[in-house]
């Protein structure tokens, strides 16, 4: 068995060097056959030359490098495209969820038969995000009430087969939602488990606005519609 993760970076000197080097030796530690996928996802910073010495180094790195930044779901698909073992996944790559937390739910769907596996984050936070993503995660599984809850939690692992199968294809913050949405419908064995989620210590956040909130929740409006519709065929 082995694991294919896509890292996908935007802007994220300050973190790249740290993130990359402590998954890879979690993972070998852990002796996990995997390959690492990093996605220069149109960083304007020094991200491509820290990524370019690291993947001279280490022989488990692929890197991609996308001129433009398409959004944050076309980067990681960009990655999956090289993703050719028996899981594949993504996570962040700002260092807010570990690389000991990463493998081990990769472990999880691996020990267990899972079809799906992913984060749940551990945050005790009163913020406005907090409270915002609380209300979606809430309405979410008023239309799709699976097992996984924290609909932006990260990582999110698969099996190759069923990431296939599924073949998401959304190009911005909604391809967390559509990877569970489209497993949920095909009735995948689904499961999260607890991650501790740190506090970034370098570089810029990438909040969520309003805005792009309020787009996630027409797509998740949409495809709820698109199922009621096609029952009805």
Same mark, same amino acid.
């Given at each position: 068995m082995s694991l294919s993760l896509v890292i996908p970076f935007y802007n994220e000197e300050d973190n790249v060097q740290e993130v990359?080097?402590? /998954?890879?030796?979690?993972? +070998?530690?852990?002796? =996990? &056959?995997?390959? /690492?996928?990093?996605?220069?996802?149109? &960083?304007? +910073?020094?991200?491509?030359?820290?990524?370019?010495? /690291?993947?001279?180094?280490?022989?488990?790195?692929?890197?991609?490098?996308? %001129?433009?930044?398409?959004?944050?779901?076309?980067?990681?698909?960009?990655? /999956?495209?090289? %993703?050719?073992?028996?899981? =594949?996944?993504?996570?962040?790559?700002?260092?807010?969820?570990?690389? %000991? +937390?990463? %493998?081990k739910v990769y472990e999880v769907i691996k020990r267990d038969g899972l079809d799906y596996c992913q984060g749940k984050r551990k945050k005790k936070d009163r913020s406005w995000r907090r409270i915002s993503t609380w209300c979606f995660n809430f309405i979410f599984h008023l239309f799709f009430p699976c097992p996984v809850y924290d609909i932006g939690s990260n990582p999110k692992i698969m099996k190759k087969d069923v990431y296939i199968e599924i073949n998401p294809s959304s190009k911005g913050w909604f391809i967390d939602s559509e990877v569970i949405i489209k497993n949920y419908l095909r009735k995948s064995k689904m499961r999260e488990i607890f991650v501790s989620h740190k506090i970034r210590k370098k570089g810029e956040s990438k909040h969520l606005l309003p805005f792009t909130i309020y787009e996630i929740m027409i797509n998740v409006l949409k495809w709820r519609f698109k199922v009621w519709f096609s029952k009805n065929l």
């Open positions: 990359v080097v402590d /998954l890879i030796q979690e993972f +070998d530690q852990r002796q =996990i &056959s995997y390959s /690492l996928i990093c996605v220069n996802n149109g &960083s304007t +910073d020094n991200t491509q030359t820290i990524l370019n010495n /690291l993947s001279g180094k280490y022989h488990q790195i692929k890197t991609i490098t996308l %001129a433009i930044n398409k959004g944050y779901g076309f980067g990681v698909l960009q990655g /999956l495209k090289l %993703a050719n073992d028996n899981y =594949i996944g993504y996570s962040v790559g700002d260092g807010q969820i570990s690389a %000991a +937390d990463i %493998a």
